[in-house]
């Protein structure tokens, strides 16, 4: 019989076929991001001279912005095509072969993650040509890389575990306004001791995507900061591992064999 | 020697929210190598027993075991011995006919060789050859019908479950299909349950058959079982001229009990057989009566239904509909 990390293969390399078979998935997600960044660059750039912000050129700041967005995108792909496939029966049918439902949950989020590093790949290249410097180094592009693959998949886990919740792709769709919101109320358009408004700087404080944001940006324009990047790299793990743990049992459920 | 067994179910229950039981205490047997059709309108249970069989529904009640396994202890073992082309082929339409046999393979743990070895076997045999580099998203319904059979068949399993299997097919579709479940049984030994609401289908296809209606079996035999139940054949004669209706009647009662005719017609229950399809000719002559036509029904599957459930097969299901019973979603538990 095929082993667990044979049977995932097998599950993600349809999960990431089928996936870059859809422009209407790739496209969004590329082109959504940047479009905000080409906009709030220039016209953000003033806010660079409040003291206390932590670069003077605006795009080191707000290239992150663009990797989130790519990777709150996954969570949409993951969970929509999730939840197509207990639509269409498909789940149905790779509940009848021996596959462990660990197997369909991981594989699955392939996909989403690969068009997610996609995206974050293109944002950093985009972002380089257009003057963002890591402080951290060349060693700061690959542990952004590694992050954002966590956050990726972490926003995937999210994305899955809502498909099996409601075995609806409309369901997960009518998620992503909230997730915006979320992102928004993080510390992703300024560092969060800069935040004026009390309430808005304490949800951003318990807002673990704030907590993503500032371990990504670290890399960029504050060198090697390591708490903000156990923070991040934390988070991730956390949140990855509950939506798991939730999702394993909801796919046991949806899999008949509880 | 699980492999050698059929499928055993006793009691089975299927109970959804709101108490309506889908599958209401039915017991089966079906002997390994049989293909055992089983036929119900709409909304009678069948999906959802074959959906308790493949170990993608929990049973509420009662006991099924699939090749000598029980399906709700030991749904691994039973997973690995069966095939099944549900009701909806579910296909990636991303992917190509070739890609959906790689992936099929890849999680039944076969080799890459066996892989591509076995899905060019089965995507030949299903005469998928050709567009076995396409997407299945441009594939019509029968394509689509007879890849999900081949994905079925990639790991040879010994019991096949095919719910529906040529619903919307065309008839040339349709006659390939059968071509290739009746070569499976008869060739390869494979035990083939078929849910079908096509009369036709059941009686052309299956050595036995069940039929279900609003969860329970009705009936269950051989077709010439059921239908030798039902008794008479019926003869059915429409005068050439509309007055001599009265007469043929007359004539007609001779040779048995009135049954529904034809708008036109006049027909009579044949007591003693077709042999008296002759005596009829001679007895019209006699009458001097001139007929336009003169038929001879054989007893069928829905003169089986009818004689069961006092509705006719054709319709029974939106009947059901009606009255709010449906097909539950698979595994929705």
């Known amino acids: ?258 | 020697m699980h492999d050698r067994q059929g499928i055993r179910v006793e009691g089975l229950v299927r109970e959804f929210k709101g108490g309506i039981r889908a599958v209401d205490g039915i017991d089966l047997e079906v002997a390994p190598g049989e293909i055992y059709g089983f036929l119900g309108p709409n909304g009678a249970g069948k999906s959802t027993t074959v959906l308790m069989l493949t170990t993608l529904l929990p049973p509420t009640a009662g006991t099924a075991t699939v090749a000598g396994f029980d399906v709700v202890r030991q749904g691994g073992a039973v997973r690995r011995r069966i095939g099944a082309a549900l009701q909806e082929a579910a296909l990636d339409n991303f992917l190509t006919g070739r890609e959906h046999m790689h992936l099929q393979g890849g999680l039944h743990g076969l080799s890459p060789q066996e892989r591509r070895e076995r899905g060019d076997e089965l995507l030949a045999r299903v005469g998928l050859t050709e567009a076995a580099g396409r997407k299945v998203g441009g594939y019509s319904g029968g394509m689509r019908r007879r890849l999900d059979l081949a994905l079925a068949l990639v790991h040879r399993p010994s019991i096949l479950f095919l719910d529906e299997p040529t619903t919307g097919l065309d008839p040339q579709s349709r006659s390939a299909l059968w071509e290739e479940v009746g070569r499976l049984a008869r060739e390869d030994g494979v035990t083939v349950f078929l849910t079908t609401q096509y009369l036709e289908e059941a009686d052309v296809l299956a050595d036995r058959v069940g039929i279900i209606d609003h969860g329970h079996i009705v009936a269950e035999g051989t077709p010439a079982q059921l239908k030798a139940e039902i008794g008479h054949s019926t003869v059915d004669a429409i005068p050439a001229d509309p007055g001599d209706r009265d007469r043929v009647a007359e004539v007609l009662a001779r040779f048995g009990p009135p049954a529904a005719a034809s708008p036109k017609g006049v027909a009579v229950q044949l007591e003693g057989g077709s042999e008296r399809l002759a005596e009829i000719v001679r007895a019209l002559d006699g009458a001097g009566v001139e007929v336009a036509s003169l038929q001879l029904h054989a007893p069928s599957l829905d003169d089986v239904f009818l004689a069961k459930t006092g509705r006719s097969l054709e319709g029974a299901g939106e009947e059901d509909e009606t009255e709010g019973e449906a097909e539950p979603q698979p595994a929705a538990v």
């Open chain 1, 1 to 258: 019989m095929t082993g667990l990390l044979g049977q995932i293969g097998f599950v993600a390399g349809r999960s990431v076929r089928r996936t870059l078979r859809q422009p209407g998935i790739l496209v969004p997600s590329l082109i959504f991001p940047l479009f905000l960044l080409a906009v709030n660059t220039p016209g953000l750039q003033q806010i660079t001279r409040l003291p206390g912000f932590p670069t003077d050129n605006y795009i080191d700041f707000a290239v992150i912005g663009c990797v989130i967005q790519g990777a709150l995108f996954a969570t949409t792909t993951a969970g929509s095509e999730l939840a197509l496939d207990i639509e269409s029966g498909f789940l149905s049918r790779l509940s009848l072969t021996p596959l462990r439902p660990a197997a369909i949950l991981l594989g699955q989020l392939a996909g989403a993650v690969t068009v997610g590093m996609l995206s974050t790949v293109l944002f950093v290249t985009i972002g380089i040509v257009f003057g963002v410097q890591f402080d951290a180094g060349p060693g700061g592009v690959l542990v952004l890389l590694a992050l954002a693959l966590l956050v990726c998949t972490a926003f995937g886990a999210i994305g899955s575990l809502m498909a099996l919740r409601t075995g609806s792709g409309e369901a997960v769709q009518a998620a992503f306004p909230l997730l915006f919101v979320l992102f928004f109320l993080s510390s992703i358009n300024l560092p969060r001791p800069l935040i004026e408004a009390d309430w808005f700087r304490t949800v951003a404080t318990w807002n673990p995507i704030s907590y993503m944001v500032e371990g990504l940006r670290s890399l960029i324009v504050t060198g090697w900061d390591g708490a903000a990047l156990a923070k991040g790299f934390g988070v991730c793990v956390a949140v990855i591992a509950l939506a798991f743990w939730a999702a394993t049992a909801s796919m046991r459920t949806r899999m008949a064999r509880a």
